[in-house]
Structure formats: structure tokens, C-alpha cells
């Protein structure tokens, strides 16, 4: 009889799926017995197999400046800290020892493959109706997805309709074999894929769910909505982010200053954190100035989010750094939200000239983030000025969580965004230009030396 690898199947952040010889690296820790749906349900309610993301994008985003030579020395002197050095200074390979494994890539890849033994084992179990089964095939399509989603915009290349069929993208595995090609699929391939299994997830999805970890229809319309934005095809995402938002639309009131556990927030659509806390020192994200004038000080998401680093950090460290985790000692959020559909909509209406539509978003948001007496709605010039302001609501929003970086990505060729950026680590400085190669990570050199078919980013 077929079993389910427990590393595989439970264990997800164990495993490697894509950056092993076929999958060898997996062992076997026990079974669990094809033939009962209920083995499928505890599977995809073993949440930690399935919500946890990356956490390289925050590092290098713009919302970050590591200027303080106490932490630059000290993050030299770690060792397990050189991948924090390399991708704020967007250098190759992350990774220097080649024994060395990505976690991003692994986390997500770990999903994909419970997900895809989820899609491939349950229409045969001998018990549950269809609805069941459809149901739990639904969730395991959601969440691959959106770990898809990650690894393209990690990996790959920006989407651009005009050369996504010949970018390359990332290995595009849908079945549990633990023999088939790793060969990179192309960045329109993975994009297709993704719409596809979110598409076919909306039909069987629950309207809504007991915990945001488990994927409802909202969760897929908003994984939609998210993934049109990163194509530019903002009609549509526009579209997707008010179907998510018929079913949620609660925002959360900063002024209380009270922020709940990530699985009571009433904001979170699909509830997703990153793979690691920094949070503290010496890897601790010290904020961009760029950032916190954007902020201002009397944002509830500067007085919540930001704190004083001296204070908190000890000698040597300078500014403000992002102390959200600090608040329930949680990882960020990096999964999709009811203010992320509110501004994916702003900007979808500031791009087909809705100015005032869009602003009477953004401002339905910055209501719930200032306390009344210090609240002043913003206002836009034209279509163009309304852009601007929703990107920048954005960043304000989700600063270091992960969106930013996929915002560089995705505005980086427009004009009313493009710009280059430099940093400074230790004397030297470092430039990400719009056309760079950097601004897509390197895969790490382990899983090519296994398996040579997977082609390197340049």
C-alpha cells in the first residue's frame, strides 16, 4: 500500500523538495496510511507546514538602511548572519558556502510538495463525500499558489507580458514524484499554473473559515488579486480585490493601540508569517529615513510598528528599527489582508483615472491608522498624483513585509517610481539599478550542484 512520508507530509519545513536529487534528501520518520480523508484534514491543519514564508524580500527593500558600523561589524562576525550581508547589499551568491541551503526555497517548496501529495492521494481515499474531497483539494491548491506566487517573485523574473513566456521562473513540480525534472519553467508558465489552481480552488472553497490559516473563497480571490497586480493587469486585480472584500472588509482601529494575535486580527484574509523573527539584534531591520519621513511620527503605524534603537538595542545603534514582532513576539505577517485589497483597488482605480475613487480608499484606511485629532485626509492633483500616493500608502502599510520588495520589482521600469539605490556596508558601496540582474535572488549553489538542469540567475 502507498504511504505518505511523514517528513513529507507533516514535517514540511524539513524537507527539501526541489534542491535534492529527485527528493532523496526526505526521510522517512513513520507513515500515515492512505484511505481515511480525516488523515488529509490533520494534514492541512498542521498549519506550521503551510504558513510559514520567506523573509529574504525585507531585507533587501529600500525600507531598510543597516548604517551603524556596531551592527555591520557584528553581523560581519557571525557567520550564520553572512546571507543578512548579502542580500542587503544585493550580492551573489547569497549563500557562500555551497553546502549552504536557502530557506525561502525550501520552506516554499516543503508547501508544495504536502500540497501536491494532498492533490494527488485524496481523490482516491475510501471515505468523505466529494464536497470533502473537493474541499481539501481546494486548500492545498490555495496554498500552492501563493508559495508559487513567492518563489516566481523571489527567483524570476519581474512579469513582463512581453518576454514572461522565455524569463525564467522556477521549477514547477505538481505531483509528489520524487523523479522528475527540476528544469526551470518560464516565468508565464508558473503565472498560468497559478491562476489556473486558484481559479479551480474558488469553486469548492467554504465562504468563510473558523481561522484565517485555512484557505476560503476570499483567501483565492485575494491570492488573484495580489497576483494580477505583480502582471500589471490591474483591471482584474482591481476585480479579484472587491470579490475578496464582499466577503472581508474589517479593518483594525490603530488608535486603540492594541494589536491582536495574528490569528484574531480581523484584517488578515490568508493568515502567512515569515520564516524569521528580526527582531533582534544583530539582524534586526534598522528603518530607511526615506521610510520614516514617509511615516511621519504621528502615524499609530510609526508609534506601533517603530521603535527607538538605542533604547532597545544597546550602544552602538542609531534610528528607529521595525519592532512589530516585538509586540506579541510573532513573526510579520506576510500573508494578504483586507488593506492590501482596499489599496490593490485604490491603485487599480488611479490607473483607469478614478482619482477620487482612489483616494476615498486610501483615506478609508488612514482613518483606522492615526488617532482622530491627528487624522488629515489626503488628496490627489490627477491620476498620476493618485498613483503615487496608493504605492506610498503601500510601503507605509507593509513596511518589512515582504510586499515592499515586490513593489520595487514590479514599479521599477515606471517612470513615476524608477530610481536606483545605493548602500554602504564597511567602506564600500553598492548600486541596484533598474535593469540589474538583483533585483532576482540567486538560487543558492547547493541546489544547482545536485541538480545541474536547474539553470542559475545571471
Known amino acids: 500500500m502507498k504511504k505518505i512520508n511523514i517528513a513529507a507530509a507533516v514535517l514540511g519545513t524539513m524537507l527539501l523538495a526541489a534542491g535534492c536529487t529527485k527528493y532523496t534528501d526526505i526521510k522517512t520518520q513513520g507513515?500515515?496510511?492512505?484511505?481515511?480523508?480525516s488523515n488529509y484534514r490533520y494534514l492541512l491543519n498542521y498549519t506550521n507546514t503551510y504558513e510559514y514564508g520567506g523573509y529574504l524580500p525585507d531585507i533587501a527593500a529600500a525600507d531598510i538602511d543597516i548604517t551603524d558600523s556596531v551592527q555591520q561589524v557584528s553581523i560581519n562576525n557571525t557567520i550564520s548572519s553572512a546571507f543578512f550581508r548579502n542580500t542587503y547589499t544585493w550580492r551573489t551568491p547569497i549563500y557562500e558556502n555551497t553546502l549552504d541551503r536557502d530557506r525561502d526555497w525550501d520552506t516554499y517548496y516543503g508547501c508544495i510538495y504536502n500540497c501536491n501529495v494532498i492533490i494527488d492521494e485524496v481523490p482516491g481515499v475510501t471515505d468523505g463525500t466529494a464536497a470533502e474531497k473537493d474541499e481539501l483539494i481546494a486548500e492545498a491548491l490555495t496554498h500552492r499558489a501563493d508559495a508559487y506566487l513567492n518563489l516566481v517573485n523571489e527567483y524570476g523574473k519581474p512579469y513582463n507580458a512581453g518576454t514572461a513566456a522565455s524569463d525564467l521562473g522556477v521549477p514547477l513540480l505538481v505531483t509528489p514524484s520524487l523523479d522528475q525534472s527540476l528544469s526551470r519553467a518560464t516565468v508565464a508558465a508558473v503565472y498560468n499554473r497559478i491562476e489556473a489552481d486558484l481559479k479551480a480552488a474558488i469553486v469548492s472553497l467554504p465562504r468563510t473559515t473558523q481561522y484565517n490559516t485555512l484557505p476560503g473563497k476570499a483567501a483565492a480571490f485575494s491570492l488573484l488579486a495580489r497576483m494580477y497586480l505583480l502582471m500589471g493587469n490591474y483591471p482584474a486585480a482591481g476585480?479579484?480585490?472587491?470579490?475578496?472584500?464582499?466577503?472581508?472588509?474589517?479593518?483594525?482601529?490603530?488608535?486603540?493601540?492594541?494589536?491582536?494575535?495574528?490569528?484574531?486580527?480581523?484584517?488578515?484574509?490568508?493568515?502567512?508569517?515569515?520564516?524569521?523573527?528580526?527582531?533582534?539584534?544583530?539582524?534586526?531591520?534598522?528603518?530607511?529615513?526615506?521610510?520614516?519621513?514617509?511615516?511621519?511620527?504621528k502615524d499609530m503605524r510609526y508609534q506601533l510598528f517603530t521603535a527607538d534603537a538605542p533604547s532597545m538595542l544597546g550602544a552602538g545603534y542609531t534610528g528607529r528599527f521595525f519592532s512589530y514582532e516585538r509586540i506579541n513576539y510573532e513573526n510579520r505577517s506576510i500573508g494578504t489582508s483586507v488593506p492590501e485589497m482596499m489599496l490593490i483597488k485604490a491603485e487599480s482605480l488611479a490607473r483607469n483615472n478614478n482619482t477620487g475613487g482612489a483616494m476615498e480608499l486610501v483615506n478609508k484606511l488612514r482613518e483606522k491608522r492615526f488617532q482622530a485629532a491627528d487624522y488629515t485626509a489626503l488628496s490627489a492633483a490627477d491620476a498620476n498624483d493618485a498613483i503615487v500616493k496608493v504605492v506610498q500608502e503601500r510601503r507605509r502599510e507593509f513596511f518589512c513585509r515582504m510586499l515592499p520588495w515586490f513593489d520595487q520589482r514590479r514599479l521599477k521600469d515606471d517612470p513615476l517610481f524608477r530610481k536606483t539605490y545605493t548602500r554602504t556596508w564597511q567602506g564600500t558601496t553598492y548600486t541596484l539599478e533598474p535593469g540589474s540582474n538583483r533585483y532576482v535572488f540567486p538560487i543558492g549553489q547547493y541546489y544547482v550542484n545536485l541538480n545541474p538542469e536547474i539553470q542559475q540567475n545571471p
Open 31 to 37: 507513515s500515515l496510511i492512505p484511505g481515511q480523508i
Open 239 to 297: 476585480s479579484y480585490a472587491d470579490s475578496a472584500l464582499s466577503i472581508k472588509s474589517t479593518l483594525l482601529d490603530l488608535a486603540t493601540g492594541v494589536v491582536p494575535l495574528r490569528r484574531d486580527n480581523p484584517e488578515t484574509i490568508l493568515g502567512k508569517i515569515a520564516g524569521t523573527s528580526f527582531a533582534w539584534a544583530p539582524t534586526t531591520m534598522r528603518l530607511s529615513q526615506e521610510l520614516l519621513d514617509l511615516l511621519g511620527t
